[in-house]
C-alpha cells in the first residue's frame, strides 16, 4: 500500500512537470493526492487513471482546483488519455451521477460552478468515476479512476488554500 502512495505520489509530481519542486505535497490518500503551489497560490486534489482504454496521447488526471486569490474554489479539470472528436463532448459517470463536460481537444470541465459542485459531491459518495468519449477516428476514449482516498484530498486541498489569499 505505501509502495502504491509512493509511486502514485511520485507519478503525480511527474504529470505536472516541470515546475514539481514548486509544490508542496499536502498528502497521499490511497488513490488521491493534494498539493499546494505557494507562489500562484493554488491548491488541487488529483488522481491518475486506473484504466484507460485505448492507446494514451496525452498523461491523463482528474483535478479538483482553488485558487483563492481568483476566488476559485473546487473547479472540476480532467486531461483526457487522448483528443476527443471535435463534435463530441465528454460524459463523465460517478456512480449513478452522469454529467456532460465542455471543452476540447483533451481537456475538459464542468459547465459551470453548480457542476462543480454537484461533481465534487459524486466524487465523496462513490467508488468510481469514468470519464468517456470518443476520438477523431471513432474510437472509445474510456479512463477509469478509483475514488478511494478522493474525499480526503479534496478537504486537504480546501484546507490547505484556506484563508490565503
Known sequence: ???????????????????????????????????????VPRCYAIAQPDEVRGQRQYRPFASIGYWPKRGVRGQFHLRLSRAMARSESVTLTIGIRRFRLTGGGGDAWARDRAMDAAIIAALRSAREMTASSEDSRGNVIRDVYRLKGAATALDAAALGCAGRR
Open 1 to 39: 500500500m505505501r509502495r502504491r502512495a509512493a509511486a502514485l505520489g511520485l507519478a503525480l509530481l511527474a504529470a505536472l512537470a516541470p515546475a514539481a519542486e514548486a509544490r508542496d505535497s499536502l498528502g497521499i490518500f490511497d488513490d488521491w493526492g493534494a498539493f499546494r503551489d505557494p507562489q
